[in-house]
Structures are given as C-alpha cells and as structure tokens.
C-alpha cells in the first residue's frame, strides 16, 4: 500500500492575495505556474546558453545514493566540467549526477540580472539564489531544509516528480535527530519495519518548465528527475522569530555536534539516532490514537 499523496494546488501570480491566504500563511505548498515568465532567465537559460557562459567552472557532482551514517550530506562524488556535465544531462540518457545549493551567480555574476524580485511576498533573499541541477534519474532524497526558510523552486530545464510532507509529520517519518534525514523509502514504504508511515499524507506533483512549487518551512521534500535538468530556488525568510532561531541552531549547533560525533563515535551515534527516531515515531502514534482511547 502506498502513501496516500495528493495533488498540489495551482495558482497565477496575479492571484497574489489568494496566494499569501490560503497558501502562504497557513503554509500549504502550491505550484505559480507563471512566477517566472517576465523574467529574462525564462527565455534565456537554455542548455547551450548557460553552457556559453559557465561552461568553463568546475562543478561538485552527488550520486543517487543516500547519505551514510559516517558521512557528512554534502560529501562529493565526483568534479567534473560543467560544460560536460551539462552536455550529459541535455542527452536525457540516465545520468544519476546532480549538483545542488550551486550558488553560480559567485562565479558568473551577470547571470542575475536575468532574474527579476518577486512581489508575491515580502523577504525573498535575493543575495542567496541557488542552482539545482540533475539528470534524468536523479534522485534527491528525502529531507528537510536546515535553516527552516521557505523555498520557492523554479523548473527551467526538464520535469522532477516532488513529494512533500507537512512538519507535523517529522516523527512518524523517522526523522533521525541531529540531522534532516530520514532512511524511509517513500516509493515503497515499508510498514512492517515503519509502521508509523501508515499515518502519513502527503502531496505530490510533477514540476514543468516555467513552473514554481512553493515549498513551505520546515517541509520535507523528495525529489526524481524525470528529464535531465535544472532549477532556481529563492529562499524567503521565515515569519516566525523562534523558527528563525531555531534554523541557526539546526545549521549551526545540531549539525556540527553530529558531524563531531560521526567522525568520532560513528556507529554508537548512529544506533543512538536511530533508536530515539523509533522512539519519537511510537510516541507520535501513541498521541494521535489517545483521544480515541479516551473516548471509548
């Protein structure tokens, strides 16, 4: 049986105060389906032009597997040109090579003024965009972003199926504490092992050129490259004073205590973050049965 997803709502940008109400505030993932059409990028960043311009960098690759409990998440694979690397993707052969938090606008400045502020809501952090790129098969698995801001992810190049779930789910999904991460296979859950995963709903959607998911704080998110290639994420500050706080700690604090202990004690660090995410699933699901046991 699989998780129960369902489909991503749609909005226009002119639809801006229906957006920020029914989307935005209560932090429900939507999809603006022209938030980029006036931007030069939209016309611009094809294979062959971003190849012209940046071709020549080198560029950190990550495979489709998933983080081992004695590495850190963002340990490189392999470096490549990134001319070549773009040359693969755009062949949409499977290419299970992918670059994320690539922040190219440090090595090519001009690339932006290609894109333009958005209005849709106040915070965008423009001195932060970053690149996502993959190719077909690609996987990005499933996680949470660290420092708990809202994520406006813009398809320029191929399509990526996007599977989302709300943080009030963070327990039942086994999330492993001290990191972002979770070992549960979304595809294909395995409930005998994760029984906690039959309380989870999700949404899901595939994401088209021109097309931007708004992602909010703190949402988990798996990500498969249906065709190789590329996307802009634009990152907005959280409303809230305490997630703010608590995303510096998570980058910060957290992350570097469990880097300390992987290096340092790395299988009992593990078997201790693996018991307490069974723990807090039990506990999770022993929360949402108790009104009904009260009841009866």
């Not at 931007?39 to 597997?65: I, Q």
């Not at 992918?98 to 606008?105: A, D, G, K, V």
């Given at each position: 049986?699989?998780i129960?997803?369902?489909?991503?709502?749609?909005?226009?940008?002119?639809?801006?105060?229906l957006?920020?109400?029914?989307?935005f505030k209560?932090?429900?993932?939507?999809i603006?389906?022209?938030?980029?059409h006036d931007w030069?990028?939209?016309?611009?960043?094809?294979?062959?032009?971003?190849k012209?311009?940046a071709?020549?960098?080198?560029?950190?690759?990550?495979?489709?597997k998933?983080?081992?409990?004695?590495k850190?998440?963002?340990f490189?694979?392999?470096?490549?040109?990134f001319?070549?690397?773009?040359?693969k993707?755009a062949s949409?052969?499977?290419?299970?090579?992918?670059?994320?938090?690539?922040?190219?606008?440090?090595?090519?400045?001009s690339?932006?003024?290609?894109?333009?502020?958005?209005?849709?809501?106040?915070?965008?952090?423009?001195?932060l965009?970053?690149?996502?790129?993959?190719?077909?098969?690609?996987v990005?698995?499933?996680?949470f972003?660290i420092?708990?801001?809202?994520?406006?992810?813009?398809?320029?190049?191929?399509?990526?199926?996007?599977?989302?779930?709300?943080?009030e789910y963070?327990?039942?999904?086994?999330?492993?504490?001290?990191?972002?991460?979770?070992?549960?296979?979304?595809?294909n859950?395995?409930?005998?092992k994760?029984?906690?995963?039959?309380?989870v709903?999700g949404?899901?959607?595939?994401?088209d050129?021109?097309?931007?998911?708004?992602?909010p704080?703190?949402?988990?998110?798996?990500?498969?490259?249906?065709d190789?290639g590329?996307?802009?994420?634009?990152?907005?500050?959280?409303?809230?004073?305490?997630?703010?706080?608590?995303?510096?700690?998570?980058?910060?604090?957290?992350?570097?205590?469990d880097n300390?202990?992987?290096?340092?004690?790395?299988k009992?660090?593990?078997?201790?973050k693996?018991r307490?995410?069974?723990?807090?699933?039990d506990?999770?699901?022993?929360?949402?049965?108790?009104?009904?046991?009260?009841?009866v």
């Amino acid at each position: 049986m699989a998780i129960e997803l369902v489909p991503i709502d749609r909005v226009r940008k002119d639809q801006k105060a229906l957006f920020q109400q029914e989307y935005f505030k209560p932090h429900k993932p939507a999809i603006i389906q022209d938030f980029c059409h006036d931007w030069p990028a939209y016309k611009n960043w094809s294979f062959d032009k971003l190849k012209e311009r940046a071709g020549h960098l080198t560029v950190d690759l990550y495979n489709n597997k998933p983080a081992a409990p004695d590495k850190s998440t963002m340990f490189v694979d392999e470096r490549m040109n990134f001319g070549e690397y773009l040359d693969k993707i755009a062949s949409n052969e499977q290419v299970e090579l992918r670059i994320f938090l690539f922040n190219i606008f440090k090595h090519i400045p001009s690339l932006k003024k290609d894109i333009l502020k958005p209005d849709l809501v106040d915070g965008f952090m423009m001195n932060l965009p970053f690149m996502f790129y993959g190719g077909a098969g690609s996987v990005v698995h499933m996680h949470f972003d660290i420092d708990l801001s809202h994520v406006f992810l813009t398809q320029f190049v191929g399509r990526k199926r996007v599977v989302l779930f709300a943080p009030e789910y963070t327990p039942m999904l086994y999330r492993l504490p001290y990191s972002v991460i979770t070992y549960t296979n979304v595809n294909n859950p395995d409930y005998e092992k994760y029984p906690a995963l039959q309380h989870v709903r999700g949404y899901e959607c595939t994401l088209d050129y021109g097309e931007t998911l708004y992602i909010p704080a703190g949402y988990w998110h798996y990500i498969e490259y249906i065709d190789g290639g590329y996307a802009l994420a634009l990152r907005v500050l959280n409303e809230s004073w305490l997630k703010r706080i608590e995303g510096a700690w998570n980058l910060f604090g957290e992350m570097r205590i469990d880097n300390f202990m992987k290096k340092y004690f790395t299988k009992p660090w593990f078997e201790y973050k693996n018991r307490k995410a069974f723990e807090n699933a039990d506990n999770a699901v022993r929360q949402l049965r108790q009104p009904q046991e009260l009841v009866v």
